[in-house]
């Protein structure tokens, strides 16, 4: 049922049939990692960006079969085609991988986690990640060790201690593999962060884990004591991952807090952090760990492992204010290299599988193989099933048994734990990895979601009355839980982000920002997109009659609305800011990336308008030599006879944007400032309109006229607006708008193409 | 289970009352506790200083409104029966329970508990939402940080959305339908009432 996805979990034979208690780190650890060449290296990653793009072309292909299976096939036939060559294949060296592959793949899930679902399931995620897998170690190995004793052949001299130690490996669900096929799938949310989390979360558990087991695998007895040794281990691995963690994004945040005059090396604090932070839990492991239970090894088998739930909080804290520090630009930086570097750590470590798995002796044993497997489905079965049982009752959300056969069937093993196994290199006995189940698992675990018709992930985004209307409903919540007089949910999410706000924020953001003005740049991106859309929808047919009243339409008659009461394209871009502004100030102070799938990303509005801005100023160039062609009455007018407020605001405005107004002639130039998210842009666009709006009313009355409409709020906003606005210079947006159609309005594409 | 018997004898047509909403004779309990520590001064019923002296409902946005929503229209105050019917609204819903054709709908069904909320934005109870009162609650949620017009905006904007008839108002209907992709029974319910 579920994938053991293709993730070789081999170790070597030891070629010593007495002495098993060889440590495993006592064998030199490069030893049977054949040495990496580097241009296997090289070569493999550019043949694996010739895959997927190859991969890409064949859409029927990548509707069947996962991304992460073709790799893995195509990394066997490297590997093969290797062989015949006579060369020796490279092998994954897991210090490679540990250091360079896996952090940003844990990075990028990192940061693009969305924390509201992950925090309201974490008791749930947290049953799975703990109990669950202890479950399945202790059943696998357990169970493994069984039939070891039956089979005898080969396997018969497999203690009962290492059987755990395999177990407590591959017990572990695994993020990289569950990333890979859950994404394509588009599983609904709640399921994808069950399963998510509890791959991250799992880490503390297998480290301990497999750590008790080899110190008791030398000692030879287990008694309580051991055991309660090992729950403080557990204990202190988990919460010094989050202490670290916590250390350094405070110090990140605090480090961008003075950043705003150097933004181009702000993404570098990012990444430079979350390495850090990474790294040091590494280094931390060694000095926390427990006292009582003796560390034989000196590598760091188990604690590169437990960087994974580390580095997460880390980077989760990290983004927390550094996402409000940061400027725009630095932000769509980061999230355009998180992306990429982790599609190609993915990419490669696929790969690397597949070429591995070909090379080095291994020792096949169907036997354990097939047990292994099949325990393993086993396991994760009964230990989901039995897990949701006890969980349902504390949900108000059940869990549905579709929902439960989801999360058993995506519980994939993968890549750490081979890499763990790996490095193991002691022996106990090998065995060849599962591919053929995991192929077949991987490929049909995706019609198998469709046949269940198991609720996908919701597509369409929340209406502007969802998001008011449920925020409402968590402050009704959170007071009727205090007039019960019940600390729930709702009380302490409030709780947090009141302190959050008063102290936190304070302390961690810079000065200026820290009373949320991003809501004015997000009101601002608003509104001119608005206008853009605006002008783009005039052109056409439609009037969008659906703006806000506010805007006197003197001029210009409306047209009456389609029958169907279809909202106007200016919508989803309204809507979208509408959304932001709304999520931001209603007492919510994080602001929700929303997609953590690794292929989409939260389009950015100024990016896809740019080129279509300067596609368009050409068309607006030849606009307006028409316009002022047939200009004889269209002398500069006084102004239009605005509404009130339309009035005030110019009145109010910048006294150089009155400047403009003679220049009819003269084809303003287009500047966007993608500088600073508090770009003032639109709100010199509004003034713009005012003036401009009544002049090509006469020759394209439909299209210009309907710049007068525009965003009158906007107006207003100029004058609450920062001094900063007086030095940028009031180019014409407005020609812009006239003719731009603006970016696209659907914002969370497949942002796909930007790794080819 | 003695003193829990009494105290449920204490409370008046408890009984009653355990049907309606559904409630278990523990959380009647529970709930008789709260009610009682609300009333401070032992009189038996609650006034809107009560209500008010309750320190988080001061900070949430929308407190006063909540606090009237308790008090139905004229009366001054909330004896427990009240008190109980309106928290019966949040109980999580029975998905098990058979659908008997005669009874009433219980009080924390889907439709009841948005009606409930509904009522919470149209304070003039004129069965509508209309665009002032909608922006008297962006206002109080909203607060300092956004501008009138950026909230005259917002607030049209919604209207647009949600208004089928065209009446620039927001019915109970088409409230209901605007949240019908959203789960409320999740997201009305805490665990506490089950």
């Given at each position: 049922m579920f994938a053991l996805s293709g993730f070789t979990l081999f170790s070597r034979v030891s070629t010593r049939a007495s002495g098993r208690r060889v440590p495993p780190w006592a064998l030199n650890n490069s030893q049977p990692l054949?040495?990496?060449?580097?241009?296997?290296?090289?070569?493999?990653?550019?043949?694996?960006?010739?895959?997927?793009?190859?991969?890409?072309?064949?859409?029927?292909?990548?509707?069947?079969?996962?991304?992460?299976?073709?790799?893995?096939?195509?990394?066997?036939?490297?590997?093969?085609?290797?062989?015949?060559?006579?060369?020796?294949?490279?092998?994954?060296?897991?210090?490679?991988?540990?250091?360079?592959?896996?952090?940003?793949?844990?990075?990028?899930?990192?940061?693009?986690?969305?924390?509201?679902?992950?925090?309201?399931?974490?008791?749930?995620?947290?049953?799975?990640?703990?109990?669950?897998?202890?479950?399945?170690?202790?059943?696998v190995g357990g169970l493994l060790y069984g039939v070891c004793q039956l089979e005898g052949h080969d396997l018969g001299n497999v203690d009962l201690l290492s059987c755990l130690l395999f177990g407590s490996i591959i017990s572990a669900v695994d993020p990289v593999a569950v990333l890979a096929v859950f994404e394509e799938i588009h599983i609904n949310e709640?399921?994808?962060?069950?399963?998510?989390?509890?791959?991250?979360?799992?880490?503390?558990?297998?480290?301990?884990?497999?750590?008790?087991?080899?110190?008791?695998?030398?000692?030879?007895?287990?008694?309580?004591?051991?055991?309660?040794?090992?729950?403080?281990?557990?204990?202190?691995?988990?919460?010094?991952?989050?202490?670290?963690?916590?250390?350094?994004?405070i110090l990140a945040a605090f480090t961008s807090r003075f950043t705003s005059h150097t933004r181009v090396i702000e993404p570098l604090f990012v990444f430079v952090y979350s390495y850090m932070a990474y790294l040091g839990t590494n280094k931390n492991r060694r000095s926390l760990t427990s006292p009582g239970v003796k560390v034989i090894s000196p590598d760091d088998v188990p604690n590169q492992r437990w960087n994974c739930v580390s580095s997460i909080h880390a980077i989760r804290l990290c983004s927390l204010c550094l996402i409000a520090n940061i400027s725009h630009k630095s932000h769509t930086?980061?999230?355009?290299?998180?992306?990429?570097?982790?599609?190609?750590?993915?990419?490669?470590?696929f790969i690397f599988l597949g070429v591995s798995t070909v090379a080095g002796p291994h020792r096949w044993n169907w036997i354990f193989v097939v047990s292994t497997v099949i325990f393993c489905l086993v396991a994760r079965v009964l230990g989901v099933v039995g897990l949701t049982f006890v969980i349902n009752k504390f949900r108000i959300v059940k869990l549905t048994s579709k929902d439960q056969f989801i999360i058993a069937y995506g519980g994939l093993r993968g890549a750490i734990a081979f890499s763990l196994v790996y490095l193991?290199?002691?022996?106990?006995?090998?065995?060849?990895?599962?591919?053929?189940?995991?192929?077949i698992t991987g490929m049909t675990i995706r019609p198998l979601v469709d046949l269940l018709a198991v609720k996908k992930k919701q597509e369409t985004k929340r209406s502007i009355n969802e998001e008011i209307h449920t925020q409402f409903l968590d402050h009704l919540l959170t007071g009727i839980e205090d007039i019960c007089g019940h600390y729930g949910h709702h009380h302490w999410k409030d709780k947090l982000n009141r302190f959050n706000k008063k102290y936190v924020k304070k302390c961690l953001i810079a000065g200026e920002r820290s009373k949320e003005p991003q809501l004015i740049a997000f009101y601002h991106k608003m509104e001119m997109k608005q206008a853009i859309e605006l002008v783009e929808s005039g052109g056409?047919?439609?009037?969008?009659?659906?703006?806000?009243?506010?805007?006197?339409?003197?001029?210009?008659?409306?047209?009456?609305?389609?029958?169907?009461?279809?909202?106007?394209?200016l919508s989803k871009a309204r809507e979208e800011e509408i959304r932001k502004i709304l999520r931001t100030n209603l007492q919510r102070t994080?602001?929700?990336?929303?997609?953590?799938?690794?292929?989409?990303?939260?389009?950015?509005?100024?990016?896809?308008?740019?080129?279509?801005?300067?596609?368009?100023?050409?068309?607006?160039?030849?606009?307006?030599?028409?316009?002022?062609?047939?200009?004889?009455?269209?002398?500069?007018?006084?102004?239009?006879?605005?509404?009130?407020?339309?009035?005030?605001?110019?009145?109010?405005?910048?006294?150089?944007?009155?400047?403009?107004?003679?220049?009819?002639?003269?084809?303003?130039?287009?500047?966007?400032?993608?500088?600073?998210?508090?770009?003032?842009?639109?709100?010199?666009?509004?003034?713009?309109?005012?003036?401009?709006?009544?002049?090509?009313?006469?020759?394209?009355?439909?299209?210009?006229?309907?710049?007068?409409?525009?965003?009158?709020?906007?107006?207003?906003?100029?004058?609450?607006?920062?001094?900063?606005?007086?030095?940028?210079?009031?180019?014409?947006r407005l020609m812009r708008c006239l003719s731009d159609p603006g970016p696209a309005p659907e914002e969370e594409d497949e942002d796909e193409p930007f790794l080819p | 289970m003695g003193s829990t018997n009494s105290t449920l004898l204490k409370i008046p047509n408890v009984e009653v009352l355990m049907r309606e909403t559904g409630f278990s004779p523990a959380h009647i309990i529970r709930l008789h506790d709260r009610f009682k520590a609300l009333d401070k001064e032992g009189r038996g019923y609650l006034c809107p200083q009560d209500f008010g002296a309750i320190k988080e409902l001061a900070m949430n946005p929308i407190g006063d409104r909540i606090i009237g929503a308790f008090f139905s229209p004229g009366k001054e105050t909330v004896d427990f029966h009240t008190f109980v019917k309106i928290l019966a609204h949040f109980r999580p819903v029975d998905k098990d329970r058979p659908k008997e054709p005669n009874s009433p709908e219980p009080i924390n069904s889907r439709s009841?508990?948005?009606?409930?909320?509904?009522?919470?934005?149209?304070?003039?109870?004129?069965?509508?939402?209309?665009?002032?009162?909608?922006?008297?609650?962006?206002?109080?949620?909203?607060?300092?940080?956004?501008?009138?017009?950026?909230?005259?905006?917002?607030?049209?904007?919604?209207?647009?959305?949600?208004?089928?008839?065209?009446?620039?108002?927001?019915s109970f209907e088409e409230f209901r339908k605007s949240l019908e992709k959203v789960n409320i029974d999740h997201k009305m319910s805490i665990r506490f009432l089950r």
């Open positions: 054949v040495g990496a060449h580097c241009w296997p290296f090289r070569g493999a990653s550019r043949w694996a960006r010739c895959q997927r793009e190859g991969f890409h072309l064949i859409p029927r292909v990548s509707s069947i079969v996962p991304e992460s299976c073709l790799l893995i096939v195509v990394g066997l036939l490297i590997g093969g085609l290797m062989k015949l060559v006579g060369e020796d294949p490279p092998v994954l060296k897991s210090d490679i991988f540990f250091l360079y592959l896996l952090p940003p793949i844990i990075l990028d899930a990192g940061y693009f986690l969305p924390i509201r679902p992950f925090t309201e399931n974490l008791g749930t995620i947290l049953m799975f990640a703990v109990v669950g897998t202890l479950w399945n170690a202790f059943f709640l399921l994808h962060i069950l399963v998510f989390g509890e791959s991250l979360l799992n880490d503390a558990v297998t480290v301990v884990l497999y750590h008790l087991f080899e110190e008791y695998s030398s000692v030879g007895t287990v008694n309580v004591t051991d055991v309660f040794l090992g729950v403080v281990c557990f204990l202190v691995v988990s919460l010094g991952g989050i202490v670290v963690g916590a250390i350094y994004g930086t980061i999230k355009y290299f998180l992306k990429m570097w982790s599609s190609v750590s993915d990419t490669l470590i193991l290199d002691e022996a106990h006995f090998a065995m060849r990895n599962m591919f053929l189940t995991a192929i056409g047919a439609k009037l969008p009659s659906a703006l806000p009243s506010t805007v006197s339409m003197q001029n210009i008659q409306p047209k009456k609305p389609p029958q169907d009461r279809a909202l106007p394209q994080r602001q929700r990336l929303r997609s953590y799938n690794r292929h989409t990303l939260v389009a950015d509005p100024y990016e896809d308008g740019w080129n279509e801005i300067l596609i368009k100023r050409k068309k607006m160039m030849e606009l307006e030599k028409k316009i002022s062609q047939m200009n004889n009455y269209l002398t500069v007018p006084a102004h239009p006879p605005d509404s009130p407020t339309i009035a005030r605001a110019r009145l109010a405005s910048d006294p150089q944007a009155w400047g403009i107004k003679s220049m009819t002639e003269s084809i303003p130039t287009i500047k966007v400032d993608l500088a600073s998210p508090q770009s003032p842009e639109s709100v010199n666009v509004v003034d713009e309109f005012g003036k401009k709006g009544s002049q090509p009313k006469v020759s394209e009355e439909d299209e210009a006229g309907l710049t007068m409409k525009v965003p009158s709020p906007a107006k207003q906003r100029k004058d609450k607006k920062p001094d900063e606005d007086d030095d940028k210079e009031p180019q014409q | 009841n508990k948005l009606k409930f909320a509904f009522q919470l934005y149209d304070q003039d109870k004129d069965g509508k939402i209309s665009r002032d009162e909608l922006l008297k609650v962006l206002r109080a949620m909203l607060g300092m940080q956004v501008t009138e017009e950026q909230l005259e905006s917002i607030a049209d904007r919604t209207i647009q959305e949600a208004d089928l008839d065209r009446d620039d108002a927001i």
